[in-house]
């Protein structure tokens, strides 16, 4: 088969479109002819040899969602035949023409959701529901920051809070993301290269501050924004993209009896049926999900670093 392999950690270049051994389909397994396989921020980290929680071996076909048609099945597999259209987060090997997934990991895939759909939605989208919804617990009628909200995760996030009944306010670092966000919902967005996004929200807020907040950034960002929570808020934090150290006043935080928690898809066990629930949505169009660009699977690393410089609005694929 033909993957985007990793031959040794480094920046875009270390990616190669070169031929790999077809994996091996064992027993409980599919093995998935890949149609679609969706770009995340961590894979960006890992093709650069940094991994939270995992062990990375060189070379590396990275890649955690996938979406296509299942080829094979192993022994044992009685709910899945070859044909059936399914998305899987897996925990690598998405780049690639063909990869392995246990069968009950794999999620059915309607005929109206596009492959390039499915890849979008497991990791950026189950990250936005679970750190919303089951962690943060956003209730109708809240008000909620979420950051980056053209980012993967925030494209997902803000119709989920809309859907929830919340006040929506939003950052982007464009004019043009700045209309993109309220295209998908958003009540108030914040372009943070021209306004400091914490008066923003005090000033949209009338100094209550927001109930919860979704963040991603790190850093600075994180500090400011537990600044902006009002009295019993709760802020979830699902990445660190800017790799830095976040100070804050503990005292204030106290004061106000919030909440701060860290989140990662990772460790959760029940995936697949949060997943189906998700398909559901798109595929009744409750939930859109946001294709930025397509590129060939033969292209990752340029597809890597049009993600690297923040230049999507949405999700970024590659096809095989």
């Known amino acids: 088969m033909k993957a985007a392999v990793a031959n040794e950690p480094g920046n875009e270049e270390v990616l190669q479109y070169q031929e790999a051994p077809d994996p091996a389909c064992g027993d409980g397994q599919v093995r998935i002819r890949v149609r679609a396989a969706a770009i995340n921020r961590g894979d960006l980290g890992r093709r650069a040899g940094r991994s939270a929680g995992a062990q990375l071996s060189w070379p590396l076909i990275i890649g955690w969602d996938i979406a296509g048609e299942i080829e094979s099945v192993g022994s044992g597999v009685a709910d899945r035949k070859v044909g059936d259209r399914v998305v899987a987060l897996i925990p690598q090997g998405g780049y690639a023409e063909l990869a392995t997934a246990p069968a009950g990991d794999t999620v059915p895939l309607p005929d109206n959701v596009s492959f390039d759909e499915g890849a979008a939605l497991p990791v950026a989208y189950l990250t936005a529901r679970y750190a919303l919804l089951w962690r943060a617990g956003l209730q109708a009628g809240e008000t909620v920051l979420i950051q980056a909200g053209a980012s993967g995760v925030g494209v997902g996030a803000i119709q989920m809070a809309k859907n929830q009944g919340a006040t929506v306010i939003t950052t982007a670092g464009s004019g043009e993301k700045v209309e993109f966000c309220k295209g998908l919902g958003a009540d108030h967005v914040i372009n943070y290269r021209d306004q400091d996004f914490a008066q923003e929200v005090r000033r949209i807020t009338n100094d209550a501050g927001v109930d919860v907040v ?36 503990v005292t204030a935080f106290l004061a106000k009896r919030c909440h701060l928690e860290g989140f990662s898809l990772l460790v959760q066990d029940d995936i697949p049926a949060e997943l189906a629930d998700l398909v559901q949505e798109v595929s009744d169009g409750s939930i859109k999900a946001v294709i930025d660009k ?11 670093r049009y993600v690297a410089e923040r230049r999507n609005m949405g999700k970024v694929i590659l096809r095989p």
């Open 294 to 304: 397509v590129f060939p699977l033969s292209e990752a690393a340029e597809a890597h």
């Open 214 to 249: 979704l963040e991603s950034v790190g850093g600075e960002t994180l500090a400011k924004s537990m600044d902006v929570l009002g009295q019993f808020g709760r802020l979830v934090s699902v990445g660190n993209t800017v790799r830095e150290t976040a100070t804050m006043d």
